[in-house]
């Protein structure tokens, strides 16, 4: 019973997170010694310069990467003792993710991207799905077009669209607002929060926009690969 | 991921086109393999029937013992067809006292099996096809009989001690090329007479033949069924005439390289647009494993996918290579008509598992890169793929070319020098092409005129670009290696058989004649000047072992249609010089002064015999023992129509000994009648005509020259493909640069211009590897494989480099025309 509370509580929890690569010049040191617990339904931002390690660090949260030392939990599993099958489970039963560079697939129209991962878990409605996604992120009538006949802001609703089709835990977004101009980074912000609010989903967000950051119930701070307290 | 939702991703895919290179490429492998392979396939049976003429039959069962009733009983039971003959010499006598040597064919109802009996009705008049044989009570006989024993059609001539009436004059019968030398002029008989003659005793020599016809497997079930070695020989084509063998088997070899030499282009062609197609899915991969995708679902997606493009191809391809195979029937037979067998499943099977293997070998391991691309891809783009992969793939596509290869031909030698050129063309021709890409550096890397962006070009890509020279030159040295072989292969079959080669042998003639037949020959007929003595005489001791152990000790193969062959009668020769045509393999010929007793052997007769230089013969001649010493080996051209001796002894030994001598002659079809007025010059002499075995020969070879030209249109076909595989591949890379560049304001007939030159020096370095490769590889093979002569071949050097810069810059241009049009807004968010 207190292992499903503290699930239920805890959607993510990293200990003595390390991600070291080698370089020409030795080894590099890209996080060290993070420690860190998200809860469900929280919204947090991970702030810090480029090159500070949070790509990297989200990349392991979300299950895409290993760290080379430390444990990191999603949904109260260990994600370091799993292989990538495993992990890619994970990924389908919790996990969403919204993408600097919107990560649409060319070849597929934005409802067939959409319907994307439901296809995936072998849903039988994942057009109907689908469909109601692209109305909530106001695409209703854009459904056949291809990403390169949508503008950016279109074709990251589109994403966003998909990241929710995928019913996540933890949703996670990388930059969402980078490759867009203000205006319409500030409606797809407002967008990502309301269907958050909405399905109480735990938003884990990189950003280096104040003003996204400060719209998070907390922002962590990463500096040369160490959280700064 | 679910079959249907691999349906949908399979369908998007072919609906944007993505797939589509790769089903073309698979289906043109199994096209061309497939139409390869049937065209080879039923020439091969065409050929073999054709040749069949020369046993009169599929097959045959000979030996000096008469034929078991049990045999025939066999043969009648599978629904063989079967019929009797019976060779052997005897004396005939005409009414005017005259008599001659024959040799005497009995043949029974039916026969020939394969082939048409031609007889006429006029001595030396050109016969026509005969509806049956002769019947019983009958006789035909060789328009040279006529002369010599006096007589014409409708007298009566006595064979033992029957009396038969002459009914035909025998022109030809279709198996009589055979041994040319054990012939005397024919008479053909029923072999129901033959027991009235009484000519036939215990002890006679006779060859019994049961000549059978029937479906290949039915024979050799007949086959395993009778077992009839080593009394009987078993005996098709390929044994009883070697010549012809030799012809068929390189004909073969070239037709099977040909093929095999499209399925390494058709590989080239799959491994190159399943990796395009692999490589353009890593982001789409990465994406649906942040979806939660499993890289074990991802890999069975794709292999199910692939499966289903496999099963695609294999259907259309085989459709498309009997399309293909029929038309180029149809084309064929507008120019000669073809008649050709059903063909046999394995045309079929082998397209099918030929799209298999490409599909598994070439295209699985660019789809295995797929299985371990990183889901972080989606964050970070140049996280590629896990580099040992490569490995693999390259490991998989040599094992799958070996493979393929060994299956396809049944040759490991053909095979192993094949791809073993190929590799080292590989490794020391990209080394070639690094050095001949620096060589463009020099000219600058500022973008100004067309010629100068495309060196820049391919100097900034130059590892792709050294592997597209390598690709496109391997493309054009299989074809140019393909064009060097034919071009030998035909030289060597027409130089084989000149216009004048002797087609007649004169045999039997005695001393006094030598010198007014050698001036009636020179008169009237083609003749070289070379007259050769004969003797008859057989070996009875090697090494003072007696010739009967030292045959059943150590002979490789006892026995040929003549009976035990170390004892058997050979004729023997002498010469001071050796013949031309001969060659020594080991030992020396003699010197003009040596006196002692020396005698040179035929290489394979030696080695059947086990004897060589140095070791000493004792020969029985005429009842006299003479030894000699063996002096040398010679190796000579079985194929030359030349009067050819396993034996020929030194000068001073046989002198002494009565001789008869042997020459031939040239002498044109209109001026047949010739030989009327020799005959009756000389009655005595035996004239052997070959012309209409020649004639055959030179058929055959024509059929051949024609299958050999058609599979080289077909393999270019298949390395044209490769072409267009690789431009494609190489197409995104390529045009995202030229876009960039427009965008910056390039022209378009810059752009198109540098595109241009790019392809231009591509196919002109490609050319020049391909033309070393080529000629070092050809230069192996007609050494190795065909046992032809070595040769360097300069207009290449010329025409090489450039028809591969026309062939990839007119294949490039086509490639990449429509994406020049295109605004390159549309390329760079395309990509």
């Not at chain 2, 078993?234 to 040909?258: K, Y």
């Amino acid at each position: 019973m207190s292992e499903v509370v503290i699930r239920s509580v805890q959607a993510i929890r990293a200990k003595g997170l390390e991600k070291v690569v080698p370089t020409s010049e030795g080894q590099l040191a890209i996080l060290a010694g993070i420690d860190l617990e998200i809860n469900a339904g929280e919204s947090v931002a991970i702030v810090g310069a480029s090159g500070s390690g949070k790509t990297t660090l989200l990349g392991i949260l979300a299950g895409l990467d290993l760290p080379t030392g430390g444990s990191v939990a999603l949904a109260g599993q260990e994600l370091t003792t799993l292989d990538e099958e495993a992990r890619a489970r994970i990924r389908a039963e919790q996990v969403g993710f919204v993408f600097q560079s919107f990560q649409l697939l060319g070849s597929l129209t934005a409802l067939e991207n959409v319907m994307l991962p439901g296809e995936l878990r072998g849903d039988r409605g994942a057009e109907q799905d689908a469909r109601g996604y692209l109305e909530k992120v106001g695409l209703g009538a854009r459904t056949g077009h291809y990403p390169r006949q949508l503008s950016g802001g279109e074709q990251q609703r589109v994403a966003i669209a998909r990241a929710f089709a995928s019913r996540p835990n933890v949703l996670f977004a990388d930059e969402p607002t980078g490759n867009l101009d203000t205006a319409t980074g500030q409606r797809i912000i407002d967008l990502l929060f309301a269907l958050n609010a909405e399905t109480r989903t735990t938003l884990i967000l990189v950003t280096h926009d104040d003003r996204v950051a400060a719209r998070c119930q907390r922002v962590i701070e990463i500096e040369a690969g160490r959280l700064r307290v | 991921m679910s079959p249907r939702l691999i349906l949908r991703l399979a369908w998007r895919d072919w609906r944007s086109g993505e797939l589509g290179l790769l089903l073309v490429a698979l289906v043109v492998a199994i096209t061309s393999v497939t139409a390869v392979a049937l065209l080879v396939d039923r020439l091969q049976r065409a050929l073999l029937s054709e040749s069949a003429d020369f046993l009169a039959a599929d097959r045959y069962i000979g030996g000096s013992q008469p034929i078991p009733e049990a045999f025939r009983v066999a043969a009648t039971a599978r629904g063989i067809d079967h019929v009797d003959t019976l060779s052997f010499p005897s004396m005939v006598f005409a009414d005017g006292e005259r008599s001659q040597l024959v040799s005497i064919k009995a043949v029974g109802e039916g026969y020939p099996l394969r082939g048409r009996l031609i007889a006429a009705d006029e001595p030396f008049a050109p016969g026509r096809p005969a509806d049956g044989v002769p019947a019983e009570g009958e006789v035909w006989l060789d328009a040279r009989l006529f002369p010599a024993l006096g007589v014409a059609l409708g007298d009566e001539i006595e064979v033992g001690v029957a009396r038969f009436r002459i009914g035909r004059v025998l022109v030809s019968e279709p198996d009589r090329g055979g041994s040319m030398f054990d012939l005397g002029p024919r008479l053909l008989m029923r072999v129901e007479d033959v027991a009235r003659t009484e000519v036939v005793q215990p002890g006679s020599r006779i060859a019994y033949r049961l000549l059978l016809r029937g479906p290949d497997a039915t024979l050799e079930a007949l086959r395993a069924e009778l077992d009839p070695e080593p009394t009987w020989r078993w005996r098709g084509i390929r044994e009883s005439s070697p010549s012809i063998g030799a012809a068929l088997d390189r004909a073969e070899r070239f037709l099977l390289l040909g093929g095999l030499l499209g399925v390494l282009l058709a590989g080239v062609a799959v491994a190159l647009s399943a990796h395009r197609y692999a490589s353009r899915h890593y982001d789409h991969v990465a994406i649906l494993k942040t979806l939660g995708a499993t890289p074990g679902s991802i890999l069975r997606g794709f292999l199910m996918l692939l499966s289903l493009v496999g099963a695609v191809s294999v259907v259309l391809g085989l459709l498309a290579g009997t399309g293909a195979h029929l038309a180029m029937v149809a084309v064929l037979s507008t120019i000669v008509p073809v008649e050709l067998p059903m063909p046999s499943l394995r045309p079929f099977l082998l397209g099918a598992v030929t799209g298999f293997i490409c599909a598994v070998a070439f295209a699985v391991p660019p789809l295995l890169h797929l299985y371990r691309i990183s889901p972080m891809r989606v964050i970070r783009r140049d996280l590629g793929a896990a580099p040992a992969s490569q490995v693999l793939s390259y490991a998989a596509a040599a094992a799958g070319s070996l493979g393929l290869l060994v299956w396809y031909t049944g040759s490991l030698a053909l095979t192993l020098w094949t791809l073993a050129g190929s590799f080292v063309v590989l490794g020391v021709f990209g080394l070639l092409a690094l050095l001949l890409l620096r060589g463009g550096r020099l000219a600058g890397m500022q973008a100004g005129s067309g010629w100068r962006l495309a060196l820049a070009g391919l100097q900034r890509r130059r590892r792709e670009n050294v592997a597209q020279i390598l690709i496109f030159g391997l493309a054009i040295m299989l074809l140019l290696i393909l064009v060097l072989l034919r071009t030998a292969l035909l030289d060597q079959w027409r130089g084989q058989l000149p216009a004048d080669a002797p087609n007649h042998f004169v045999m039997n003639v005695v001393p006094e004649q030598v010198e007014p037949l050698s001036a009636l020959l020179a008169a009237e007929t083609t003749w070289r000047g070379e007259i050769f003595p004969m003797i008859r005489g057989r070996i009875v001791a090697a090494n003072g072992i007696d010739a009967r152990d030292w045959e059943r000790d150590r002979a490789v193969s006892a026995e040929d249609d003549d009976g035990p062959r170390m004892r058997s009668e050979r004729n023997l020769t002498w010469a001071a010089t050796m013949p031309a045509a001969n060659e020594i393999v080991r030992g020396a010929w003699w010197a003009p002064d040596d006196t002692r007793a020396l005698v040179s052997l035929e290489a394979d007769y030696a080695a059947n015999l086990a004897l060589d230089v140095g070791d000493r013969l004792r020969f029985d001649i005429a009842g006299q023992e003479v030894e000699a010493e063996i002096a040398n080996i010679r190796r000579l051209d079985w194929e030359s129509m030349q009067p050819n001796f396993f034996i020929i002894f030194s000068p001073g030994v046989l002198e002494d000994y009565p001789a008869t001598y042997l020459t031939s002659f040239h002498l044109a079809p209109e001026r047949k009648r010739f030989l009327n007025e020799l005959l009756s010059a000389f009655p005595t002499v035996t004239v052997i005509e070959v012309d209409a075995l020649i004639r055959q020969i030179q058929s055959i070879v024509a059929r051949v020259t024609q299958a050999i030209e058609l599979v080289l249109g077909l393999v270019l076909a298949a390395g044209c493909l490769v072409l267009v595989a690789s431009i494609q591949a190489s197409r995104d890379g390529r045009l995202q640069e030229h876009a960039l560049l427009r965008t910056l304001g390039g022209s378009r007939r810059l752009i198109a211009g540098a595109l241009a030159a790019e392809f231009a020096i591509l196919g002109l370095f490609a050319g020049i590897v391909a033309v070393v490769g080529a000629e070092l590889s050809a230069a192996v093979l007609t050494r190795q494989v065909f046992s032809l002569g070595v040769a360097l071949h300069p207009w290449l050097w010329l025409w090489g480099p450039l028809a591969g810069a026309l062939l990839v810059l007119v294949v490039g241009l086509a490639g990449t025309r429509r994406l020049v049009d295109t605004p390159p807004m549309l390329i760079l968010r395309g990509l």
